[in-house]
């Protein structure tokens, strides 16, 4: 008796495990939709997270699979998007010379798909996003590009694309071997150029001290976002690096405070969970 009660509760937890988990695959494009939730996403709080990686690749389970675990134990629903990105080998040679490959507006067609599979399939009210590095830069475009997203949370994001401080790297991948040198293309994807008085909140974190993204980037946001009105908070840490997502090993204890004051801002906006 004691054995199939044991293996009843095993099978009830792959089950649930299952439920929890889904891998969706998002409608017009090869991006999916990992899904961390376990509440209504009619009335529970849903957040698109988007993880860096200087759209030539995904840092998928640090700043995407631990942070949305991390959400989903803070009452979210959260779902990692596996969005378009150019690939190691566009990084390494310069094929999409002659190829297209990966480039904007894919990862934006992707992360439409996204908002779109969770208010037609799944009926969600509440969508807000978080990104990453790149992932940031990704949060604030779908933020300024979909109707109705609640917040943004972009993390140590790549803002600029025409500044001297931009993430070349990212630049490159995004707009592909000819975008990056066309000036008007740089202009219209430079988040601190595209803020209009319909942003919603944002929530801005990032360290002087990082190695990878100029930390200007940030400040460019945060003049961008207080010049036109948008409510938003940014924080800015002197020390905590880059890519330390929601890790108590990674970084440092000053910019590890971070989680606990995006939780904080969520609920000074009177966001309900």
């Known amino acids: 008796m004691r054995r199939i009660a044991v293996l009843l509760f095993l099978c009830a937890a792959l089950c649930g495990e299952a439920r929890l988990q889904t891998v969706v695959d998002l409608v017009g494009t090869t991006a999916t939709l990992e899904c961390y939730a376990d509440k209504d996403p009619g009335t529970a709080p849903c957040v698109v997270v988007c993880p860096g990686g200087s759209y030539c690749w995904l840092d998928y389970e640090h700043e995407g699979v631990e942070v949305a675990k991390w959400l989903q134990s803070q009452g979210f629903n ?3 998007l596996r969005y378009r990105v150019a690939g190691w080998w566009a990084w390494a040679t310069h094929y999409r010379l002659l190829f297209r490959g990966h480039q904007y507006p894919d990862p934006l067609v992707d992360a439409k798909a996204a908002v779109g599979y969770l208010r037609d399939s799944l009926h969600a009210r509440h969508i ?11 949060t604030m475009l779908a933020a300024l590009n979909i109707p109705n997203i609640e917040w943004a949370a972009p993390i140590y994001p790549v803002v600029s694309m025409s500044e001297d401080c931009t993430h070349r790297r990212s630049r490159r991948a995004l707009l592909g071997e000819y975008g990056k040198g066309n ?7 430079s988040i601190e150029r595209r803020i209009t008085a319909a942003c919603p909140p944002v929530f801005l974190v990032n360290c002087v001290d990082d190695p990878v993204v100029d930390y200007r980037n940030s400040v460019l946001l945060d003049k961008a976002l207080t010049e036109r009105g948008i409510p938003h908070t940014y924080i800015q840490y002197k020390t905590g690096g880059h890519g330390f997502g929601v890790r108590k090993d990674k970084g440092t204890t000053e910019c590890q405070q971070w989680p606990g004051e995006f939780l904080r801002w969520l609920n000074s906006i009177s966001y309900k969970q």
Request: glycine share 20%; aromatic share 14%.
């Open 78 to 80: 959260a779902y990692v």
């Open 128 to 138: 807000g996003f978080m990104g990453f590095s790149a992932g940031g830069h990704l």
């Open 183 to 189: 000036a008007d293309l740089r202009d219209s994807l």
